[in-house]
């Protein structure tokens, strides 16, 4: 088996000569990170996911300094009896902001390198009581229904991975609804040895032509100063179904909400 060779390169203004904008820029770093065929105990990868991780570790600490620092600097001013000024507060309010969403990159990037790594033996657990736990943290100003049949009770998988799920499709949910009430309904049960799940919400729905782009990595519909998020959720799942032998689909149309479909065995056998 061959094994594959990273480049890294340094440009002039940042960006790769063959790219004109970041879209393509992205695009083209999306293509080097799917390597074409299977890598296994490939070194290079390996060494991909340390230092995705090793980036995740050390990078987040001074990201969050950088998200506490604003509200420093602003109680130097309340101490000092004066007022912040305008264009300072806005650039406080941006720093913190562009932190945060760094943070959210490297969440979902050590995520994204991890899937496939070796874990735990996987566990049975009840998604009717995992679900409805999650959903009441992610889902606090918003309405929810879960409909899981009790034949699902001991469905066996990586616990850590199905939450990792349904944290993803239920945030987005919430994430991307716009304005209005939120309501999200997560239904399941089981056929065949097979478990086949379902999350709907009632938000803007996406169009039929992004069915299959928002799985891709670093893809978002909406620009990042307007949606938070890494980019990375969906992709995230779709690993993580696939790395289970599954299938991942969505079923919206503009307007009318988003259905995200999934199956997957009853219990994980990797």
């Known amino acids: 088996m061959s094994g594959h060779i990273w480049h890294l390169a340094i440009y002039p203004n940042g960006r790769h000569p063959n790219v004109e904008s970041d879209e393509d820029d992205m695009s083209m770093f999306r293509q080097e990170m799917n390597v074409p065929g299977t890598c296994v105990n490939c070194p290079a990868r390996d060494e991909l996911n340390m230092l995705a ?12 300094a950088l998200q506490i620092l604003p509200e420093w600097i602003a109680e130097e001013f309340d101490t000092a009896k004066t007022d912040v000024p305008t264009e300072v507060s806005e650039y406080l309010g941006m720093m913190k902001s562009k ?12 995520e994204y390198a991890q899937i496939a790594n070796p874990k735990a033996m996987t566990s049975s657990i009840d998604p009717c009581a995992e679900i409805n736990a999650l959903a009441q943290v992610v889902l606090k100003d918003a309405t929810y229904e879960i409909n899981i049949s009790s034949e699902l009770a001991g469905l066996k998988v990586f616990r850590e991975d199905f939450l990792i799920i349904f944290r993803h499709l239920i945030s987005n949910a919430a994430r991307h609804h716009g304005q209005g009430i939120v309501h999200v309904r997560v239904t399941g049960r089981l056929q065949n040895q097979t478990a086949f799940f379902e999350v709907d919400d009632n938000g803007p729905g996406i169009e039929e032509k992004f069915h299959q782009r928002i799985f891709e990595p670093f893809v978002t519909l909406k620009p990042r100063d307007e949606v938070e998020g890494s980019g990375l959720g969906l992709a995230v799942v779709k690993k993580i179904i696939e790395h289970w032998d599954g299938k991942l689909s969505v079923h919206s149309e503009t307007g009318h909400g988003a259905a995200f479909k999934l199956q997957f065995p009853a219990e994980i056998q990797i």
Request: charge should be positive; charged fraction near 25%.
């Open 53 to 64: 991780r090793r980036i995740g570790h050390d990078l987040r600490a001074p990201l969050r």
């Open 99 to 110: 932190a945060g969403q760094m943070e959210h990159f490297l969440v979902g990037l050590v």
